[in-house]
């Protein structure tokens, strides 16, 4: 499965954007989808996943009172809500896939792709 991230911009801060990721090709029901998001000069960071078949999700601590994983499997599409951005958040997001139930680990999760950028102004 390809994997493609979009929705990123400029923002000011306090605003909202929402990501969304478009598969192409099936994904499996065993499948989780993440987030994750790299600044400059640092690691790739776990912002939150969702099981696609369940729907359950499960959030970064540091982000989960200001994101929101969703899925529409019949659009094949995941969806990224991040709201009161901070200048912080500014990154490259990107989604990838993993058959690993409960991870957060990137280097379990693939076909990361080429990510989407959010910048944010303060």
């Known amino acids: 499965v390809q994997l493609q991230a979009s929705g990123g911009g400029l923002v000011q801060a306090g605003g909202s954007l929402r990501l969304s990721c478009v598969a192409s090709g099936r994904i499996y029901d065993s499948y989780i989808m993440g987030w994750f998001r790299q600044a400059p000069g640092k690691g790739r960071e776990f912002v939150a996943r969702i099981r696609w ?7 970064a601590d540091s982000m989960k009172d200001r994101v929101t994983i969703s899925r529409d499997s ?13 200048p912080e ?4 997001y990107y989604c990838a896939v993993t ?6 680990d990137p280097s379990r999760y693939y076909n990361f792709g080429q990510g989407t950028q959010v910048t944010v102004s303060s």
């Open 99 to 104: 058959s690993i139930v409960g991870t957060s």
């Open 89 to 92: 958040d500014t990154a490259t």
């Open 74 to 86: 019949t659009k094949n599409t995941g969806y990224l809500q991040i709201n009161s951005l901070k």
């Open 53 to 59: 078949t369940t729907g359950t999700t499960y959030y």
